[in-house]
């Protein structure tokens, strides 16, 4: 038998998009014959991964999971929301959840680390890519820990059970009641998933993004004609309810429309009788920021099947 070498097994995984023990096992099956090795794999269906890896993943879901004081997110991709209502894939991104709130966010890291099977994250996934026959990404993850309080967890749009289109966290650090912070967590996550705030406080907005924004103002604000003062009285005001409006701790909760967030977790622990404070948050909604490509899908199935289309 030849002697197959880790050098051997990366550079066939590199070249096939199969995952690492498929191709050991084809490598072994063939001796040690690359191009072998390739082709026992494509006949298993396996380096079909590397050619679908190129196409646009931007459905799937987002997974949520909450053990005590802490939770995690994480957003799979595929290229079509059928994909998200297979057994197979929901089961891996829940699998994958657990995975990431026991060992953390970091997504080289968790696809390292060992799935139920034995197998690792990014093997599993790669076979999925193969067996489902779709391209499909592990694209973001994040965990959040308190040293004492809650995290809570939010599914808006739910597909299943932890998980959706939306996934919030919400960080409480505190000595009240679980009951008292799974209530007030709840509520600050459904005005998470709808308000979508950009940061926790001000100051933790994007600086980038700000400028942005003082730029678009003063165009505006100098179309009026004002004196200079005035306009930079205008765009300062513009900034400073930009930065009320996109900092979750200042928006207005959207349960009444008139309560700042700041001012709903006080009440809840004026009402506690202890310090509540609202230490972190975690929004994901699937596909955001993906530039979805426009696909004409009576074409794609009238080219797969040969038939010519009507001019």
């Not at 006080?266 to 909604?285: C, E, H, M, N, W």
Request: hydrophobic share 40%; with cysteine; charged share 30%.
């Amino acid at each position: 038998m030849a002697d197959i070498t880790a050098a051997m097994v990366k550079d066939l995984r590199e070249k096939s998009g199969a995952g690492m023990m498929d191709c050991k096992k084809a490598l072994n099956e063939t001796g040690g014959d690359m191009d072998a090795a390739m082709d026992w794999l494509r006949t298993k269906g396996l380096a079909a991964a590397a050619k679908k890896s190129s196409r646009t993943a931007a459905e799937g879901l987002v997974g949520v999971a909450t053990s005590g004081n802490r939770g995690a997110a994480v957003e799979v991709n595929s290229e079509t929301d059928f994909v998200a209502k297979n057994d197979q894939f929901q089961d891996f991104v829940r699998e994958v959840t657990q995975i990431a709130l026991a060992t953390g966010g970091d997504i080289e890291a968790l696809k390292r680390e060992a799935m139920p099977s034995g197998t690792t994250v990014g093997d599993v996934l790669t076979n999925n890519i193969a067996t489902i026959g779709e391209n499909q990404s592990l694209r973001r993850a994040k965990r959040l820990e308190v040293s004492k309080g809650a995290v809570v967890g939010y599914v808006h749009n739910k597909q299943s059970e932890g998980l959706g289109k939306i996934g919030v966290l919400v960080a409480l650090e505190s000595d009240a009641s679980d009951e008292v912070l799974q209530k007030l967590g709840k509520d600050l996550a459904m005005h998470v998933a709808a308000a979508f705030p950009k940061a926790l406080n001000e100051e933790d907005l994007d600086e980038a993004e700000i400028e942005r924004e003082r730029a678009i103002a003063t165009e505006k604000a100098a179309e009026s004609g004002k004196p200079a003062d005035i306009i930079a009285k205008m765009v300062e005001g513009g900034i400073a309810k930009y930065r009320k409006e996109h900092a979750l701790v200042s928006q207005l909760f959207v349960m009444d429309g008139k309560t700042k967030i700041s001012d709903v977790v006080a009440k809840a622990a004026k009402d506690a009788g202890t310090s509540i404070v609202l230490k972190d948050y975690v929004r994901f909604q699937l596909g955001e920021g993906i530039e979805k490509e426009a696909s004409d899908f009576a074409a794609e199935v009238a080219a797969a099947s040969g038939v010519p289309q009507k001019a």
